[in-house]
């Protein structure tokens, strides 16, 4: 368990923890441990939210701020592999010379826009989201991340294959049991209630429409490139997530 911890952290985030046993076992632990960092995360970004408001700060700069640390927390790995995952998609290439673009580490013009569009979407949610009550504010963000994280939990399932023999998406592809997801998209699903107490029923409206998003994302990867990779991984946290977040943010 500790073991596994430690890889959820430094996979997700770019705390100093360091490494410990890294295997199979311990990368299914660290997967379903995603979304506990992924609210954790989430929670750290609301704080820092809030501090923004009580400083004064307009909610559009303040959106910026905040999703400039969840990048910086990150490493921006996850929309690197965005960015690859979305080129590999539109190259309308057979799946050797597809894994091989998302190797490349130039991104391509379908990446670029990704980005923007996805970092768009995000601080556009964030402004509308940052001006309600601090309940709301960390319901919102703590859940948009952990259904973010959620979604690679749900890529990593037994039954979807590795793309290739090596690399991040053969440790962690088919080691989480499916039956872990559900119990986690409830709990996400229950919390983000409170991101809208007026209207409760967004909160699990948000987190399906995150996971069914990481859903086509996979199936896409599996039957595009024969199976996921840490590209892919990133590709469906960053697309799952900003959609959780824009529902929240309606």
């Given at each position: 368990?500790?073991?596994?911890?430690?890889?959820?952290?430094?996979?997700?985030?770019?705390?100093?923890?360091?490494?410990?046993?890294?295997?199979?076992?311990t990368?299914?632990?660290?997967?379903?441990?995603a979304?506990?960092?992924?609210?954790?995360?989430?929670?750290?970004?609301?704080?820092?939210?809030?501090?923004?408001?009580?400083?004064?700060?307009?909610a559009?700069?303040?959106?910026?701020?905040?999703?400039?640390?969840?990048?910086?927390?990150?490493?921006?790995?996850?929309?690197?592999?965005?960015?690859d995952?979305?080129?590999?998609?539109?190259?309308?290439?057979?799946?050797?010379?597809?894994?091989?673009?998302?190797?490349?580490?130039?991104?391509?013009?379908?990446?670029?826009?990704?980005?923007?569009?996805?970092?768009?979407?995000q601080?556009?949610?964030?402004?509308?989201?940052?001006?309600?009550?601090?309940?709301?504010?960390?319901?919102?963000?703590?859940v948009?991340?952990?259904?973010?994280?959620?979604?690679?939990?749900?890529?990593?399932?037994r039954?979807?294959?590795?793309?290739?023999?090596?690399?991040?998406?053969?440790?962690?592809?088919?080691?989480?049991?499916?039956?872990?997801?559900?119990?986690?998209?409830?709990?996400?699903?229950?919390?983000?209630g409170?991101?809208?107490?007026?209207?409760?029923?967004?909160?699990?409206?948000?987190?399906?429409?995150g996971?069914?998003?990481?859903?086509?994302?996979?199936?896409?990867?599996?039957?595009?490139?024969?199976?996921?990779?840490?590209?892919?991984?990133?590709?469906?946290?960053?697309?799952?997530?900003?959609?959780?977040?824009?529902v929240?943010a309606?």
């Amino acid at each position: 368990m500790r073991d596994g911890l430690r890889l959820a952290l430094t996979t997700f985030t770019v705390l100093p923890v360091r490494a410990g046993r890294i295997d199979r076992s311990t990368a299914r632990t660290a997967m379903v441990l995603a979304p506990v960092v992924g609210v954790a995360l989430g929670a750290l970004l609301a704080g820092l939210a809030l501090l923004l408001r009580l400083a004064g700060a307009p909610a559009p700069l303040a959106g910026v701020a905040v999703v400039a640390a969840a990048v910086l927390a990150t490493r921006a790995l996850h929309l690197d592999g965005l960015a690859d995952t979305v080129d590999a998609f539109g190259s309308y290439a057979d799946a050797d010379r597809a894994l091989a673009i998302m190797k490349r580490s130039d991104i391509g013009p379908f990446g670029v826009v990704a980005l923007l569009l996805v970092l768009g979407a995000q601080v556009a949610a964030l402004t509308a989201v940052l001006p309600r009550p601090p309940l709301a504010v960390l319901a919102t963000l703590t859940v948009a991340a952990g259904t973010g994280r959620l979604a690679v939990t749900l890529a990593c399932r037994r039954g979807v294959p590795a793309a290739r023999p090596d690399g991040l998406g053969a440790l962690v592809a088919g080691t989480v049991p499916g039956w872990v997801v559900a119990p986690a998209a409830v709990l996400l699903a229950a919390a983000g209630g409170a991101a809208d107490p007026g209207r409760r029923w967004l909160g699990p409206v948000a987190v399906a429409a995150g996971v069914a998003v990481a859903y086509a994302v996979t199936r896409r990867a599996t039957r595009r490139f024969g199976g996921i990779t840490g590209d892919t991984l990133g590709a469906a946290l960053e697309l799952a997530g900003t959609v959780t977040l824009a529902v929240l943010a309606c």
